[in-house]
């Protein structure tokens, strides 16, 4: 008996021989530095700007987003490490990408950057308030 992941694995390899498929097709790849300054611990995409096109966050001693195509680079915080596991997500569920991050430097120490799109100018609220929801007051309150 074998598992149904490995009768579907040798199906694959199977059909590629037979098909004449190759893994190794030749596909160059282009080498774009977008960033030789910064070390980047933390990788992530994501479409900060909106515009449709994904951009590079990265993180180390800094956490910058680079905006595609051009990679024009904006930093969003210094002064910490940031760890290598990143995450973009909306995670105050107005319709934007923010940005996680972990900072190294402090044990238990996990940051969120609100991303400051749209415009907040019809919205109003403190920011302890904007801490954990947006300041159109949607999102959760991340005390229990
Ligand atoms: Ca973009
Ligand atoms: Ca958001
Ligand atoms: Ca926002």
């Known amino acids: 008996m074998f598992p149904l992941w490995f009768l579907n694995l040798i199906l694959c390899i199977g059909l590629c021989v037979f098909s004449g498929f190759?893994?190794?097709?030749?596909?160059p790849l282009r080498r774009v530095e977008i960033d030789s300054a910064?070390?980047?611990?933390?990788?992530?995409?994501g479409d900060i700007d909106g515009d449709g096109l994904a951009d590079i966050i990265v993180a180390g001693e800094q956490l910058a987003w680079y905006r595609a195509p051009g990679w024009a680079k904006t930093i969003v915080?210094?002064?910490?490490?940031?760890?290598?596991?990143i995450q973009v997500g909306d995670i105050d569920n107005d319709g934007d990408l923010d940005i996680l991050a972990p900072d190294t430097l402090k044990k238990e120490n996990v940051l969120w950057f609100e991303n400051p799109r749209p415009p907040r100018a019809a919205c109003h609220g403190t920011v302890a308030e904007t801490r954990h929801r947006n300041s159109c007051g949607r999102g959760r309150s991340a005390s229990p």
């Open 77 to 85: 915080a210094g002064g910490v490490d940031f760890g290598t596991e």
């Open 22 to 27: 190759s893994f190794a097709q030749d596909v």
């Open 38 to 45: 910064l070390d980047g611990d933390g990788k992530a995409l």
